[in-house]
C-alpha cells in the first residue's frame, strides 16, 4: 500500500513552527510522507496562498492538502475539511483559501466542521491552530479516519468564496490585473496567452505588445521563453509554475521594474 | 516498528550543509525519517536555538535530537549525548543548547562524551563536526547503536548550563526581559501570562497594561488573539509557540516597534 | 531493499516549484527519498550550483542525483542523464553544472540524451523543464527504469564543461582567486592549504599571510579553526564543506569586508 501523502502549506516562515505540526502529524501517522509546499508564503495574505495551493496540487499524489494561511485564528472562522472530485482531502480554515485548489481538482463534494475534539490535541491553544486543530485533524484522515467523523456537514454553498481577478477583451484590448507576483518579482496577470492571440490573430516569440500601467506604458515582446530576450529585458511569456499569462523580466524583476503589487491594473494590445 | 525519528536543527542556513548532514545520516541509518527543526537559527546564537528546541520538542515523537548551534567548534567545548526522562536521545555540543529541552522532557539521566572514533567519519574535519561527529552519532543510536557505546559517562553536574532570563512580581508590576525575538518580531519574554492575572486578580482580553521599556513606555492590551487588536496594534498575548507571554503586534513587528533585542528588560503593570 | 535515494538541487527558491518538482517524483516513484540539497543555489549560476553539488555528493548515497540551474531552458541546451563510476545516475542540463561532481564522483561512463518523450509528462512546457522532464526521467530512473530507455548516448567528450578557477604557486607566492561565496560571506578559493604549507614548509595556527587583492592587502592568519581568532578577525582556513582553502571572518562576512566575488583574484603569500 501507498504512503499516505500530506502536503502542507503555510505563512509560518522559517522557524520551527512547520516542524512542530509536522512532528504533531508523525505522532498520529508515523507513515505520512510530508510534501512541504512553502512556509513562506506572504503573511496573511490568502489570495496568495490560494494560487500557489491551486498552481501545485495538480501535480501531487492524491492526498490530504494541510493549509494554514489564518489571519483570523482565534476568531471566528470556521474550521473545515474538504472532499473534492479527485479524491483528496483539504483541511484548513474556511477563508477562501481551499477554494481555487479545490475547484481545480474536481470541485468540493463534501464539506465538514472540524467539531470532534477527540481529533484535536488535547490543549488547544487561541493562536496556534495549526498546530493544535489543523494539523492533527489531517494527520487522523490520513490515517484513515473517515471524513465524517470530523464533525457536520455543512452548506458548500455557504463556504466562504475568492474573488479573483479576471481579464476582459475590450475591442482589440486586454484589460487584466496582476493575480500574483512571484519571489523573483515574475508577475502572474488574469488571463491566457490564448487572449493575446485572439487580440492578434496568431501569436509566436517576438510578437510585439503595448502593455499600459496607469499613464506608464511599454513596449513588450511575447516570447516562448526566457532565453529569448536578452538579459534584463521585459517579456509576456505563459507561465508555467502559475499557468497563465506572465510578465516578466529575463534575469531582473518585472515586478520592481513596473511597479505591479497584486491587483495593479494593466491593458495590453497589440504594438 | 516504527521508523526512527531524527530531528535536526542547526544555524547552518540555507546552503547545502544540512543536506550533507542528512546525507550522512541516511547512510548510516536508511529507515531515518528526519524532521529539520529549521536551519535557520541565529548563528552562534546558542540561547536561540535552545528556545527553539524546547518550543518544539514536546511535539515530536520520541527520538534522536541532534543540534549543531556551536560557535566553539574546533574548540575545547565537549561533543555530548545525553538520555532524557521521556526517552529520547539528544546529541550535540555541550554548550548550554541542549538544557532546557532536555529538562522539559523528563530532565537528563544519562550523559555520556562522544569519543568513540568509531562512530564517527573517517576523517574528522576541524570545522564541520556537524557532519563528521555529530551526525553520525546520531544516525548510529538511532539505528539501534546503545547509548553506552558512544563514550564514558560525564558527570551531569558538570555539563555547561544555560542562563534563561526569569520574571520577578515586584508589587504591582512584573519585571521581565526578553528571552526570544520571533522572525516576524514577535518577541516571548519571561513569565507567563498567569503573572498578569496575578497582578490584576484576573485577565481577559482588553485588560490594558502599562508597558515600559527605559524611559519609554506605551499602553498595551492583554488579548487572546491577534485578531483581538487592529492592524498595527501591540498586544500582549499567551505566546502558543514558545509557551509563554509575548509582546506581538497585529501584522507587524514588536521588535522594530518598540526596539527590542534578546534581554532588553521590561516593566509591566496594570494601566 | 534500501528505498531509493534521490538528491535534488535548484535555483527556485521558496516558492512551490521545489514541492510541485516533489509531487511529480512520488507521483511516479512513491518509495523514493528526496533530499533536498538546497534551493536557493544563486540564480541562473551555473558554477555556483557546480560547486555546491561537488561539495555535497560525496556524502549523499549513491543514488539519483536531480539538478535543474537551468539559465537556457527553452532555448537549445541538452537534456541529459549520466552515469558516474561510483554508480550514481545524474539529471540534468548540458550546461556544466552536473561536470565538477561527476568528475569527483568517479568520472562519467556513459551519457545519454533526454529524448524517450514516454517518460516526460504529457505537456511540456517551454519554461518549467525541471517539472516536465527532469523530475520525472529521475524518478523513472529512481524506480528502477534502465539508463538506455532515456534516449540515445552522446559523446562524453562533447559534453558542455566548465572552466574551474586554478591557483598557482609563482615563487613564494599563491595566485589564486574566487570560487564560490557561502551565504556568510566565506570565500572559497582555488587551492589548499597544502598549498599555502608549501610556500612556508610547515603550516600551523597562527602563521599570518600577506592576502593581496588589487592594491588592497591585509595580514591574515591561517588557522584551523574560526575559534582561533578573535569575532571579526579574518582567517585563513581549511574549509570543510566545500573541500579547499578558504577566506572567512569570524562572526562577520570576509566577502562583504574585503569586497570578493566569484573569480576576483587574489595574491597569498607568507607574511
Redesign the interface.
Known amino acids: 500500500m ?2 499516505p ?1 500530506i ?1 502542507f ?1 503555510t505563512d509560518f ?5 512547520p ?6 502529524i ?2 498520529i501517522c ?1 507513515e505520512a ?1 510530508i ?4 512556509h ?1 508564503s506572504r ?2 495574505a490568502i489570495r496568495d496562498a490560494a494560487v ?1 495551493l491551486w ?2 496540487l495538480p ?3 492524491i492526498g490530504v492538502h494541510l493549509v494554514v494561511v489564518d ?5 471566528h472562522r470556521r474550521p473545515v475539511a474538504l472532499r473534492v472530485g479527485r479524491g483528496d482531502l483539504f483541511v484548513g480554515p474556511d477563508n477562501g483559501v481551499l477554494r481555487p485548489a479545490a475547484d481545480r481538482l474536481g470541485g468540493i463534494e463534501e464539506a465538514r466542521l472540524l467539531e470532534n475534539r477527540a481529533l484535536f490535541r488535547d490543549d488547544v ?4 491552530h495549526g ?2 486543530i489543523f494539523a492533527p485533524v489531517a494527520a487522523h484522515l490520513a490515517a484513515g479516519v473517515p471524513l465524517e467523523e470530523v464533525g457536520p456537514t455543512v452548506d458548500i454553498a455557504g463556504l466562504v468564496g475568492l474573488e479573483m481577478p479576471a481579464a476582459t477583451v475590450d475591442g482589440d484590448e486586454l484589460s487584466t490585473s496582476v493575480l500574483f507576483v ?3 518579482g515574475n508577475c502572474r496577470v488574469a488571463g491566457s496567452s490564448a487572449d493575446l492571440a485572439r487580440l492578434r490573430g496568431s501569436l509566436q516569440t517576438g510578437d510585439r505588445f503595448e502593455v499600459r500601467i496607469g499613464e506608464h506604458f511599454e513596449e513588450v515582446p511575447w516570447a ?5 530576450v536578452k538579459a534584463g529585458e521585459l517579456l509576456l ?5 502559475y499557468a497563465g499569462l506572465a510578465i516578466g523580466c529575463n ?1 531582473g524583476s518585472a515586478a520592481e521594474r513596473l511597479g505591479l503589487v497584486n491587483d495593479t491594473p494593466l491593458r495590453i494590445r497589440p504594438a
Open positions: 501507498t504512503r501523502h502536503t502549506l516562515g522559517n522557524d520551527t513552527a516542524a512542530t505540526c509536522r512532528g504533531v508523525w505522532s508515523p510522507r510534501n512541504d509546499l512553502t513562506t503573511q496573511f500557489l498552481s501545485t501535480y501531487q499524489p489571519p483570523g485564528v482565534g476568531t491553544s487561541d493562536t496556534f498546530r493544535d512571484d519571489q523573483f516562448s521563453t526566457f532565453g529569448a511569456y505563459d507561465d508555467a509554475d534575469q
